[in-house]
Structures are given as C-alpha cells and as structure tokens.
Nanobody
C-alpha cells in the first residue's frame, strides 16, 4: 500500500522559513517523480514544485521561484520542500504527490499518489 506522509507544517511569521517533508512507503521511491501542491481556502489546488525520480531535474511555479527549493533523499525515501521568505499568501494546505517515472522528467500534473496534506499558515 502506497503511503505519502507530509510533516513540517505550522505557523510562521512572514519572512520566516519552514521545511516540509514527505516520507514515502509501499513503493520504490526512486522510481517515482514527486511534486508539491497546495490548496488555499476557497481556491483550487495548484502546482508548487516538482522533482524527477533521480533528483537531477526540478521545476517550480513562478510564484515560488527563488524562495522554495525541492529536494529528495533517495536513501530515506523522502522528498523535502524548503520554504524561505514566506508570505501570507503562501498560507495553504501543502500536499506531496508521486507518479511512476524512470525518465528524467518533472511533472506539473498526472500524479496518482497523494498524501493527506500539512497546514502552513503565514502570519503578517
């Protein structure tokens, strides 16, 4: 059974930092591309960042470029999202997602495995 478990969310002041983690189980994670998405109240879920199965390639939404960094530790079956210079508009539930891929591709959609999400709240 595939499971993705996010952690690391919380309350932070504007300008602060958080690091989200996504621990995978039930799959060979290095065969999966991964991504982070977020959903704010009253809004649709949106793409934030993605990383290829090997970790060699990454992709970011324009609104997080230069502030967020996605990475992965294959040995730990974990994907991270380092979030710096947080803004109140970054407040959302953040979701980790994975899809099978052995190519050096990054994906903004088409994910079929999702975590339960972790709340990030940025106060002004």
């Amino acid at each position: 059974q595939v499971q993705l478990a996010e952690s690391g969310g919380g309350l932070v002041q504007a300008g602060g930092s958080l690091r989200l983690s996504c621990a995978a189980s039930g799959l060979t994670f290095n065969f999966y591309a991964a991504g982070w998405f977020r959903q704010a109240p009253g809004k649709q879920r949106e793409f934030v960042a993605a990383i290829s199965s090997s970790g060699a390639r990454t992709n970011y939404a324009d609104f997080v470029k230069g502030r967020f960094t996605i990475s992965r530790d294959i040995a730990k079956n974990t994907v991270y999202l380092q979030m710096n210079s947080l803004k109140p508009e970054d407040t959302a539930v953040y979701y980790c997602a994975a899809r099978w891929s052995m190519a050096a591709n990054v994906f903004t959609d088409g994910y079929d495995n999702w975590g339960q999400g972790t709340q990030v709240t940025v106060s002004s």
